[in-house]
């Protein structure tokens, strides 16, 4: 069975390699995806884009892209989109026009619920099988809609999880994953540092990241003890500062306490205020906030991002409401993903 699919971000790339695991050796995926996973059409670093500006720039080369993508689908048996809206949204509609036999499966859904809700009428008609990893989202949706809950993929992922509350072991800092994320907080975070000498402190950075890049990207970095493996070093740390994202997310599973710190471009941020209407931008916030009507998490945004700030909510934060709250987030989320999705491909 050939599946053409279309997964443009890292993240997107981690829940597909899990995915992988589960899916029978005669699947063979075609399309947009981690060269690890087989022959993709294009390098995944050429597609990393941040924010509005950047994909603008970009255009001419997703809209070939598109096309490619198109003509390629001729030879698959079924099409799976994996997060990535701007772009897998439309190439959804080109498909469906012209191999209307052809199922799509759409696994981790554009948040239509938190901006441009009409997205939620094109996913309906277009999709065959939409597969949903937020079990609050299926309320936003028709009643006879295709969307079904598949848990969630972090917990394919994760392996280790906190049994309890630890009040000691390292302070952990993830600055992101892209590069403007990076060079943003990074002087924030190594002023922090400062403040935090008597701790062992964590710097975690992307695995696909060389030295060349770490020496550009990230600085003086002689405070920390680089890690490659977030999971486990979020596991053995006592609390994390974290930029916006998955990794929230993870943390917040995991059951390692933390503060969201995101510096945006001035008009990134002003276009997303006024596109996105959340009053929390953290993953964890948001499903805990559907869940519970509450934050999880203290959040810091663009001039809130300062160094005391960030010591203040380190020193003052009620870890054991945290600590209860995450739990409840484990039971919400209840299982992992890819096995269900894996039966949805194959059947």
Not at 185 to 202: G, W
Request: charged share 25%; net charge positive; proline share 4%.
């Amino acid at each position: 069975m050939k599946v053409l699919v279309s997964a443009l971000e890292h993240s997107a790339n981690v829940h597909l390699k899990a995915l992988r695991q589960a899916l029978s050796d005669d699947v063979e995926f075609i399309g947009i995806f981690d060269k690890t996973l087989g022959n993709p059409l294009v390098d995944l670093s050429a597609l990393a884009i941040m924010g509005f500006v950047d994909a603008l720039k970009k255009l001419p080369f997703f809209l070939k892209l598109s096309a490619q993508m198109l003509d390629l689908a001729q030879e698959a048996d079924k099409i799976l989109l994996i997060d990535s809206s701007g772009f897998n949204l439309p190439l959804a509609k080109k498909l469906k026009k012209r191999y209307p036999d052809k199922e799509i499966i759409y696994y981790i859904l554009p948040q239509a619920w938190a901006w441009r809700r009409g997205r939620i009428a094109v996913i309906n008609r277009t999709v065959d099988t939409i597969a949903s990893i937020l079990p609050f989202e299926k309320s936003y949706y028709p009643k006879e809609s295709s969307i079904t809950y598949v848990g969630h993929p972090l917990f394919d992922e994760i392996h280790v999880f906190k049994k309890q509350l630890t009040s000691e072991g390292t302070l952990a800092f993830m600055p992101g994953s892209r590069k403007g994320e990076i060079t943003r907080l990074m002087p924030l975070f190594r002023t922090l540092a400062t403040r935090l000498k008597e701790k062992n402190l964590t710097l975690i950075i992307p695995p696909h990241f060389n030295e060349e890049q770490i020496e550009t990207l990230y600085g003086d970095i002689s405070a920390f003890t680089v890690s490659k493996e977030p999971y486990q070093a979020l596991y053995e740390a006592e609390f994390a500062f974290i930029c916006s994202g998955t990794a929230t997310l993870e943390a917040a599973l995991i059951g390692t306490p933390f503060v969201l710190a995101y510096i945006a471009k001035p008009l990134d941020y002003f276009i997303g205020r006024r596109l996105i209407k959340l009053e929390h931008v953290g993953l964890g916030n948001i499903m805990f906030s559907k869940m519970c009507g509450r934050r999880l998490h203290e959040e810091f945004l663009q001039e809130a991002v300062t160094v005391e700030n960030l010591y203040d909510t380190y020193r003052k934060m009620d870890r054991k409401l945290f600590f209860d709250d995450a739990l409840a987030l484990r039971d919400y989320l209840k299982h992992g993903s890819s096995k269900t999705v894996a039966r949805l491909i194959e059947r």
